[in-house]
């Protein structure tokens, strides 16, 4: 079956626009993530959804930073006035209900900011 | 909430040699332990896992060990391979609690 997806696979802005990032996880899994990987870094949790539950937001760096996830499916990462430390991969992942599930990683977003 | 820490950062080791990768936990409730390996410019992929109720698990020339008591777990990876160079990284979780992974570990197998 279909992965999880994300788009645009590329994002190239300048400094002080608005980006929003899409992720498209597996069908029926209710577990989503957001983490951010920096150049040769690690994986920095950003956000994490499960069900209806109220969204696990620990990791947003900044208020420059929101996430939804609409319908229990598709999640938007939006980061507002960005800056150039915002430069890296953002890769979205999902699971099927518990974190005993696997998880499955996206292909990222790579975000470029002059 | 549940932290993850992972050792050592780097890895160099010769083709054909054995590498372990260790990681500790702090939450005594996480009951599953799964490694991810991401080669370069890809997406992290699940290489293997275990759960609390087993001690060792392997699956050809990967294995990884749980110590419950002690709270960490360990990857090990013999005749290692070139192909066998990435980052991996280890992560703990259990329930609806959100899975945590640690910082990575790059390893390098040098033919």
């Known amino acids: 079956g279909a992965g999880v997806s994300q788009s645009p696979s590329n994002k190239v802005t300048e400094k002080g626009k608005d980006v929003e990032l899409r992720c498209d996880p597996i069908?029926?899994?209710?577990?989503l993530y957001w983490y951010r990987q920096s150049l040769g870094q690690g994986l920095e949790f950003l956000i994490y959804f499960q069900g209806n539950s109220a969204p696990d937001k620990s990791g947003l760096p900044s208020d420059r930073f929101s996430a939804e996830r609409t319908g229990g499916s598709v999640s938007t990462l939006t980061i507002q006035r960005t800056q150039q430390e915002d430069s890296a991969v953002y890769l979205c992942?999902?699971?099927?209900?518990?974190?005993?599930?696997?998880?499955?990683f996206g292909p990222g977003t790579r975000l470029t900011v002059l | 909430g549940e932290n993850v820490e992972q050792h050592p950062s780097t890895l160099s080791v010769q083709e054909g040699d054995s590498a372990v990768i260790k990681c500790t936990y702090s939450?005594?409730?996480?009951?599953?332990f799964p490694w991810y390996k991401q080669e370069l410019g890809k997406r992290p992929q699940l290489i293997i896992d275990?759960?609390?109720?087993?001690g060792e698990k392997k699956d050809q020339r990967i294995a990884v060990t749980l110590n419950k008591t002690a709270k960490h777990f360990s990857l090990h990876i013999t005749e290692t391979q070139p192909e066998d160079s990435a980052v991996y990284f280890c992560?703990?979780?259990?329930?609806?609690?959100?899975?945590?992974f640690g910082t990575g570990t790059r390893l390098l197998v040098s033919p």
């Open positions: 275990i759960r609390s109720n087993v």
């Open positions: 992942a999902s699971n099927k209900r518990t974190a005993t599930d696997t998880q499955y």
């Open positions: 992560a703990a979780g259990e329930g609806f609690q959100k899975l945590v």
């Open positions: 069908s029926g899994h209710t577990a």
């Open positions: 939450d005594s409730a996480s009951n599953y």
